[in-house]
């Protein structure tokens, strides 16, 4: 039934060109510019991690870049590729819970390689509460994909500003120092007010071109272009 309103709604809302209007899981058209922002940002970010890898001096940190890759490729690909498509019900089902689960992976997959700035302690620590954390929201966001969207921002903050416990320790590291601190901090901000707009669904300039959502896309681009400089410096330091 809801797969045969979003064909109908597709068919009255055809573009001049002639092809079908892409719709959300709502049924709402989405805007011009939906998925582009991460389609367009995904070859740049596939390839600054790979060069992480080839850099990071040892086989842990190589470990840790590859975890990042891979969280990587997960958040931007699959985004674009959910975001851009016009999927059948089931298969867009699919992607849309990968889609809540991937920006969860992606903070956990970057405090990966920032904890080998930390003793050995500290990074299983680190290590252990960031994927811990990430498993509870994963069961919160994906097994519940119809929960509300105040519980999925609310979750997806909590563990964007978890890290901050994190700061001091790479701040004080040798391995890390202030500017990784800030620019790690800055990013985890911007992933922060990303949550806020995806929550208000505020601002939402160009509803047809470039809404909300989009907003929240370019946040996310932004605030991860500043996590793996962060990165960067840290294996600089570390070989």
């Known amino acids: 039934m809801q797969a045969a309103a979003r064909a109908g709604k597709a068919e009255r809302l055809r573009a001049p060109s002639g092809r079908k209007a892409r719709l959300d899981v709502h049924g709402r058209e989405k805007p011009a510019a939906r998925g582009w922002i991460h389609a367009a940002f995904s070859p740049a970010a596939v390839a600054a991690c790979i060069v992480a890898i080839c850099l990071a001096p040892t086989k842990g940190l190589k470990a840790a870049c590859?975890?990042?890759?891979?969280?990587?490729?997960?958040?931007?690909?699959?985004?674009?590729?959910y975001h851009i498509g016009n999927w059948g019900r089931r298969l867009t089902g699919i992607l849309r819970r990968i889609d809540h689960a991937n920006i969860f992976l992606l903070i956990a997959g970057t405090y990966t390689p920032f904890s080998f700035a930390l003793p050995f302690i500290g990074r299983v620590i680190v290590i252990s509460v960031m994927w811990g954390t990430v498993a509870i929201a994963l069961l919160i966001n994906v097994v519940w994909i119809s929960a509300p969207r105040w519980l999925y921002t609310a979750t997806y903050i909590v563990i964007g500003v978890s890290g901050a416990a994190v700061m001091p320790f790479l701040w004080m590291s040798a391995e890390a120092g202030y500017v990784v601190v800030i620019l790690a901090a800055c990013g985890g901000l911007l992933y922060v007010a990303g949550g806020i707009v995806y929550g208000a669904k505020r601002p939402d300039p160009w509803p047809k071109a470039f809404g909300f959502h989009e907003v929240f896309h370019t946040l996310t681009v932004l605030g991860y272009t500043l996590e793996i400089a962060a990165v960067f410096l840290v294996i600089c330091k570390m070989r």
């Open 66 to 81: 590859s975890v990042y890759l891979a969280s990587t490729c997960m958040l931007f690909i699959n985004s674009a590729c």
